[in-house]
């Protein structure tokens, strides 16, 4: 079977958490904000504005560290609905983010 995967990144299942993982986030009643939210799209990197906003966050967290620590991405509308059509679609906005968490720059 062929693998369309772009990225190294793996989804929760449907019904799994973080914490079924990793047991440092089991059990977690709240979050802490550290840093400043991204003023770009971590897909498709274009400003957020008052037309293109905040739709969504991708979250990743690293399964191995023993403590609780995750990223979060937001991405606008038009990512989502990318995200949301699945098959390819998902996979770009996938691996874009994952680029963008690498800082990575952008190939366009």
């Known amino acids: 079977m062929h693998s369309s995967k772009l990225h190294g990144l793996e989804e929760l299942k449907p019904g799994e958490t973080i914490g079924d993982i ?3 986030f089991a059990n ?3 979050e802490i904000r550290i840093g400043n939210f991204a003023k770009c799209c971590a897909s498709c990197r274009k400003p957020f504005n008052a037309v293109r906003k905040k739709r969504k966050e991708i979250r990743l967290w690293p399964v191995d560290l023993g403590i609780p620590l995750a990223w979060a991405y937001p991405i606008c509308g038009t990512c989502v609905a990318a995200y949301q059509r699945g098959g ?3 996979e770009a906005v996938l691996a874009a983010v994952e680029a963008f968490h ?3 720059t ?3």
């Open 22 to 24: 990793n047991p440092a």
């Open 28 to 30: 977690l009643k709240g």
């Open 88 to 90: 390819d679609d998902k």
């Open 102 to 104: 690498h800082g990575e």
């Open 106 to 108: 952008p190939a366009q």
